[in-house]
């Protein structure tokens, strides 16, 4: 069953608070990405865990921490977000990230964040 | 020039017809290919990957043109339900990790 689950689904959160975001796989995949997307464009790579380590930060502002405590659970931690990052943020995960069609990627449904 | 580009569309088509799409990107080293499907507000779907003999997969079709860097998706007998944004997605074979690179997508919108 190819699943990723995100939880919330939706968050609301002001400028100086803490949140965090979750996603879970058990697919036995050794990769996961965290992606933004904002409305009517492609997403954004922002970060790729491989085996339950750090591979790729794309630049990614230090208000957004990541964080993966297994290799079936990825959390991004958030903090003093601005409102420019309202955005859907979207976990996915694939096999691996190296090998013929081990990159295919499946998303989770995401988290619509609005940060007021 | 971007790495991957598509025709944003929309394309509107009535129920039945047949549509195709075109993808075009510029690293000739670039070994995977994808096309993701998006409905709206809601997360990118795997559609089909797609191989250098081409492959298809019920009323989908989908091509590699690598002379000319470009790939397609043919949709045969469209329903409702294929109205969505269609994703073309790129790897580029640099060395380390593989990456996704996404184009704009292009918008279907099958009408009765």
């Known amino acids: 069953d190819t699943e990723v689950t995100q939880t919330p689904k939706h968050l609301v959160m002001g400028m100086t608070n803490k949140k965090s975001l979750k996603c879970e796989q058990h697919m036995g995949h050794r990769a996961m990405y965290w992606y933004k997307q904002k409305a009517k464009k492609p997403p954004e790579l922002m970060f790729v865990y491989s085996y339950e380590k750090l591979s790729i930060n794309e630049s990614v502002p230090s208000r957004f921490s990541p964080e993966c405590p297994n290799s079936s659970l990825l959390n991004l931690h958030l903090h003093a977000l601005q409102p420019e990052d309202s955005a859907l943020y979207l976990c996915a995960s694939s096999q691996d990230v190296v090998g013929i069609r081990l990159y295919e990627q499946y998303f989770g449904p995401g988290t619509r964040l609005t940060v007021t | 020039r971007k790495e991957v580009e598509q025709d944003p569309g929309p394309f509107n088509v009535p129920e039945g017809a047949t549509v195709a799409f075109n993808c075009t990107y510029s690293n000739s080293a670039s070994q995977s290919f994808f096309w993701y499907r998006q409905d709206c507000r809601k997360e990118p779907k795997l559609l089909m990957s797609v191989y250098s003999s081409g492959n298809e997969d019920g009323r989908f079709t989908a091509q590699l043109n690598r002379a000319s860097q470009y790939i397609s998706l043919l949709i045969r007998d469209s329903k409702l339900s294929d109205s969505a944004t269609y994703l073309c997605?790129?790897?580029?074979?640099?060395?380390?990790?593989?990456?996704?690179?996404f184009g704009t997508g292009t918008r279907l919108l099958v009408s009765p």
């Open positions: 997605v790129v790897i580029p074979m640099n060395t380390g990790f593989q990456k996704l690179v």
